[in-house]
């Protein structure tokens, strides 16, 4: 059977899983739609990430705790999640990150299992957040993005089974773009400008 995506809406595209009895996500945007890339930036010349970008996942590993209303905001859309909101934590281990092939589409290389060595509830749900980025890690990275928050709820463990994902979701991961991360003295000389934009116009008045 020929491989299809977990879930999919306009954006990236996120699949939590029910596995031996654990939630995991399957990180897979591989698709035939070009509503599923990933692109950069307009101030990057927009266009499709190219292959070597990564897209990665932060979490909030406990099961049920729908945080979504309760995420920061981040008008740049390149913050760190864990400054967001301190209950996510970066995925690490296989099936965490998963390589761009170009064309802004990535694929998985095995699923990551959220609570390892724990046995889940069944249908169990979990708040989620994608990044993608252009380094070593996201928080290192020169170029980079996150998502909106969602709340996934897995599916049965079969669906896993033989390697193959047939069953579609009608939610998923929100379209979102990637940016350059703002030097810190950039930020500060912005800011002392908005500062003595505020003092000229007290004086005015």
Excluded: C, W
Aim: aromatic share 8%; charged share 5%; proline share 6%.
């Amino acid at each position: 059977m020929k491989k299809s995506i977990i879930l999919g809406i306009l954006g990236l595209t996120v699949g939590v899983v029910s596995s031996y009895g654990q939630g995991a996500v399957y990180l897979d945007n591989y698709v035939s739609s070009t509503a599923n890339q990933v692109f950069l930036s307009a101030a990057l010349g927009g266009g499709l990430v190219p292959a070597g970008y990564t897209a990665g996942l932060y979490y909030d590993p406990t099961a049920g705790a729908n945080i979504t209303g309760a995420i920061g905001a981040d008008p740049l859309g390149t913050a760190i999640p864990t400054s967001l909101n301190a209950a996510l934590v970066l995925a690490t281990g296989a099936g965490s990150t998963a390589g761009f092939i170009g064309s802004g589409y990535f694929t998985p290389t095995a699923s990551f299992v959220i609570q390892p060595g724990a046995a889940t509830p069944a249908q169990s749900s979990y708040t989620l957040m994608v990044v993608a980025y252009n380094g070593a890690s996201y928080a290192t990275s020169s170029i980079r993005g996150h998502s909106a928050a969602v709340f996934e709820q897995d599916a049965a463990p079969s669906i896993l089974a033989g390697g193959d994902i047939g069953t579609f979701f009608p939610s998923g991961v929100p379209l979102f773009t990637v940016s350059s991360v703002p030097e810190p003295t950039t930020m500060a000389l912005g800011g002392l400008g908005l500062a003595a934009l505020l003092v000229v116009r007290r004086k005015k008045a």
